[in-house]
């Protein structure tokens, strides 16, 4: 299935398809595993460590600095 056929992306998943940025990308600016990045588009429960959090959060900021880690994953 394509990504932009899942209607089950997570909000992070969706902010990366609004902002054109691939998954790939993205472990790259983040330093994350493609894996761990894949698992956090796509799925609503997962909540990553602090540590996964704080680096998706800071590659995130260097995008759109409004952005809180709220916006992403309900905790």
Known sequence: MFWWKNPKRSKLGKW???E??????FA???NV???????LCNDF????????LKKVM????KVDS???PTDFFDM
């Open 66 to 68: 409004s952005k809180r």
């Open 45 to 52: 429960k997962y909540i990553p460590s602090p540590k996964v």
């Open 28 to 30: 790259k600016y983040s």
């Open 20 to 25: 054109g940025i691939t998954q790939v990308e």
């Open 58 to 61: 800071d590659a995130v900021k």
């Open 33 to 39: 595993s493609r894996t761990t990045i894949s698992t």
């Open 16 to 18: 990366l398809d609004n």
